[in-house]
């Protein structure tokens, strides 16, 4: 039995959904061309975004997907805002330096969301034609509130374009409630799958015009849609069985219920993890209305001889992974709540966790 991964991605994925990794497939054969033509058309559909958006997968990790987004459809022109409360907003700012971008960035504290009177001041007094935004940092867990974004960067006629890694597939996002031009997200979080791909969900008219943009031919967006369109194939070696495995993932996604299907079992994931970790005596960094149903992250306990090692290591000797802090301003560790496990899995991490408080004699208060 493998551990159970509480972790922001790579997660814990179904049976099925590795099994369907037991086959070789062809890269120039009509079964994979389908296969990924299928992929794209639901990633379109998830987001509402038939006649309006092109699907347009990208190769690697997440950042991939991110850097191609932010260098291929951005311009030597563009003027960019950066919102920052994490890691993630601070990863996009160091793709635009190495990118040369000219931009300016707004950034709050990892447990603080942006206040939109000040994007608002911000986007008045700049020549801004782009905002970039984290829709969960997943540094914290903190949920953004991209509706209010989204609806702002409209009012002002400025471009949008979401970080939505952990969140895609599990938030809403839907293009008939709210304007962006843009998101990015990856096959290992929320929907599900194994790790090696992203994708970028683009307007149709900011694709058609991001041809020359990019720096790098391997992540030109622009280069991997013209040539996908041609002939339904991938310009360089696709990632076959990672996408093999995506597509299954999709279909267990629609099966349970869509996005709102999956929201509410992390919901449930999340609330119960946040009230046994609140009953053992650990405090949550984030308020209930802040906290995003992704990844919880604790502050750690005073007890001078708590120590994050030995509290992971005799986690996992039960068979159970949580993760590190990543906030620069306390201590703390992160429990996530997505993949595929149910609240009994919950239930049963609190109760290793209790077990590991009492082996480990800790005073957690
Ligand atoms: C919001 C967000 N953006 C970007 C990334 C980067 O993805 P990756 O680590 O797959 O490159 C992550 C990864 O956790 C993320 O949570």
Same mark, same amino acid.
């Given at each position: 039995?493998?551990?159970? /991964?509480?972790?922001? =991605?790579?997660?814990?994925?179904?049976?099925?959904?590795?099994?369907?990794?037991?086959?070789?497939?062809?890269?120039?054969?009509?079964?994979?061309?389908? /296969?990924?033509?299928?992929?794209?058309?639901?990633?379109?559909?998830?987001?509402?975004?038939?006649?309006?958006?092109?699907?347009?997968?990208?190769?690697?990790?997440?950042?991939?997907?991110?850097?191609?987004?932010?260098?291929?459809?951005?311009?030597?022109?563009? @003027?960019? /805002?950066?919102?920052?409360? =994490?890691?993630?907003?601070? *990863?996009? $700012?160091?793709?635009?330096?190495?990118?040369?971008?000219?931009?300016?960035?707004?950034?709050?504290?990892?447990?603080?969301?942006?206040?939109?009177? @000040?994007?608002?001041? /911000?986007?008045?007094?700049?020549?801004?034609?782009?905002?970039?935004?984290?829709?969960?940092?997943?540094?914290?867990?903190?949920?953004?509130?991209?509706?209010?974004?989204?609806?702002?960067?409209?009012?002002?006629?400025?471009?949008?374009?979401?970080?939505?890694?952990?969140?895609?597939?599990?938030?809403?996002?839907?293009?008939?409630?709210?304007?962006?031009?843009?998101?990015?997200?990856?096959?290992?979080?929320?929907?599900?799958?194994?790790?090696?791909?992203?994708?970028?969900?683009? @307007?149709?008219?900011?694709?058609?015009?991001?041809?020359?943009?990019?720096?790098?031919?391997?992540?030109?967006?622009?280069?991997?849609?013209?040539?996908?369109?041609?002939?339904?194939?991938? *310009?360089?070696?696709?990632?076959?069985?990672?996408?093999?495995?995506?597509?299954?993932?999709?279909?267990?996604?629609?099966?349970? =219920?869509?996005?709102?299907?999956?929201?509410?079992?992390?919901? $449930?994931?999340?609330?119960?993890?946040?009230?046994?970790?609140?009953?053992?005596?650990?405090?949550?960094?984030?308020?209930?209305?802040?906290?995003?149903?992704?990844?919880?992250?604790?502050?750690?306990?005073?007890?001078?001889?708590?120590?994050?090692?030995?509290?992971?290591?005799?986690?996992?000797?039960?068979?159970?992974?949580?993760?590190?802090?990543?906030?620069?301003?306390?201590?703390?560790? *992160?429990?996530?709540?997505?993949?595929?496990?149910?609240?009994?899995?919950?239930?049963?991490?609190?109760?290793?966790?209790?077990?590991?408080?009492?082996?480990?004699?800790?005073?957690?208060?």
């Amino acid at each position: 039995m493998d551990k159970k /991964l509480l972790t922001p =991605g790579p997660l814990t994925t179904s049976m099925t959904t590795k099994e369907a990794m037991l086959h070789d497939w062809g890269s120039r054969d009509k079964k994979f061309i389908d /296969l990924n033509s299928s992929i794209r058309e639901s990633l379109v559909k998830l987001i509402d975004g038939e006649d309006n958006y092109q699907c347009v997968p990208m190769q690697g990790s997440g950042t991939f997907a991110v850097e191609s987004m932010v260098s291929s459809l951005t311009s030597k022109d563009s @003027k960019i /805002l950066i919102l920052i409360n =994490g890691a993630y907003g601070q *990863r996009m $700012k160091k793709m635009c330096t190495y990118l040369n971008r000219d931009f300016i960035e707004y950034e709050v504290a990892e447990h603080e969301v942006h206040e939109l009177s @000040k994007i608002e001041e /911000l986007i008045d007094t700049n020549d801004l034609t782009h905002i970039f935004a984290v829709y969960c940092e997943t540094t914290s867990g903190i949920l953004n509130p991209i509706e209010e974004i989204a609806d702002l960067a409209e009012s002002k006629k400025i471009s949008l374009f979401i970080d939505a890694m952990s969140a895609f597939g599990a938030l809403p996002l839907s293009a008939k409630k709210i304007t962006f031009d843009a998101v990015a997200a990856s096959s290992n979080k929320c929907l599900e799958g194994v790790p090696g791909v992203g994708f970028i969900l683009v @307007k149709n008219d900011v694709i058609q015009n991001a041809k020359g943009n990019s720096h790098s031919l391997s992540l030109d967006l622009y280069d991997q849609w013209q040539a996908m369109e041609k002939n339904k194939q991938w *310009r360089f070696t696709p990632p076959t069985h990672v996408l093999a495995a995506f597509n299954q993932a999709i279909k267990e996604h629609e099966k349970e =219920g869509g996005v709102q299907g999956r929201h509410a079992r992390y919901k $449930k994931n999340c609330e119960i993890i946040c009230a046994g970790m609140k009953e053992l005596g650990f405090e949550q960094l984030l308020p209930d209305n802040l906290q995003a149903p992704i990844i919880i992250t604790f502050k750690q306990p005073n007890d001078s001889s708590f120590n994050f090692d030995k509290f992971y290591n005799a986690l996992s000797e039960k068979d159970f992974l949580i993760y590190p802090g990543k906030l620069t301003v306390a201590e703390t560790f *992160r429990i996530g709540c997505i993949g595929n496990l149910n609240e009994n899995d919950m239930h049963d991490t609190i109760g290793a966790v209790k077990e590991v408080i009492q082996e480990l004699a800790l005073e957690i208060n």
